[in-house]
T-cell receptor
Framework: QQQVKQSPQSLIVQKGGIPIINCAYE??????FPWYQQFPGKGPALLIA?????SEKKEGRFTISFNKSAKQFSLHIMDSQPGDSATYFC????????????FGTGTRLKVLA | NAGVTQTPKFQVLKTGQSMTLQCAQD?????MYWYRQDPGMGLRLIYY???????DKGEVPNGYNVSRLNKREFSLRLESAAPSQTSVYFC??????????FGPGTRLTVL
């Protein structure tokens, strides 16, 4: 059972565009929502994360928007660059002795120069 | 600091063979995890260890076993490999915070 649904599967934008990746979750007990960035041949790395008590978080060119009532959150990349081309994963977690992530299926982003 | 290291980087097995994937972290983290990554499926949790001496099943534990050897090391064993276990395997670790730090992965092919 996929508890975190991510879309789109792939995305192509021009340099300077604002790609938006969306995720929806089912379990209202989730209390931490990170985004991970993965370059080819590498392990994922934390990009930005949010808790459900805030509606937006910005770190540099990356913004998470969070809609608790709709159980949705999204990643926006402002002024996208070719170096942002990577696969992005959303995730959700809740504490059960440790934080177990449920990942979305990933979005492959390509930013054209 | 090397962070999270995994060995081997690549491995080819025949159906029915066994092998152990090794993972070590030098960040003094309490929790460690094993994931598999398949196209279109994202990352799925196989097993995790919340602290030294404990292990628990994740989403897809069938066909795997784990050992938390000490605080630094967490190994994943395939007793009788099957083609369905062809995947990229990632180990990760975390401390009290939420962030999980991932290793570079092991690409496994089972023929």
């Amino acid at each position: 059972q996929q508890q975190v649904k991510q879309s789109p599967q792939s995305l192509i934008v021009q340099k300077g565009g604002i790609p938006i990746i969306n995720c929806a979750y089912e379990n209202t007990a989730f209390d931490y929502f990170p985004w991970y960035q993965q370059f080819p041949g590498k392990g994922p790395a934390l990009l930005i994360a949010i808790r459900p008590d805030v509606s937006e978080k910005k770190e540099g060119r990356f913004t998470i928007s969070f809609n608790k009532s709709a159980k949705q959150f999204s990643l926006h990349i402002m002024d996208s660059q070719p170096g942002d081309s990577a696969t992005y994963f959303c995730a959700a977690s809740k504490f059960r002795g440790t934080y177990k992530y449920i990942f979305g299926t990933g979005t492959r982003l390509k930013v054209l120069a | 600091n090397a962070g999270v290291t995994q060995t081997p980087k690549f491995q080819v097995l025949k159906t029915g063979q066994s092998m152990t994937l090794q993972c070590a972290q030098d960040m003094n983290h309490n929790s460690m995890y094993w994931y598999r990554q398949d196209p279109g499926m994202g990352l799925r949790l196989i097993y995790y260890s919340a602290s030294e001496g404990t292990t628990d099943k994740g989403e897809v534990p069938n066909g795997y076993n784990v050992s938390r050897l000490n605080k630094r090391e967490f190994s994943l064993r395939l007793e009788s490999a099957a083609p369905s276990q062809t995947s990229v395997y990632f180990c990760a670790s975390s401390d009290r915070g939420h962030e999980q730090f991932f290793g570079p992965g092991t690409r496994l092919t089972v023929l």
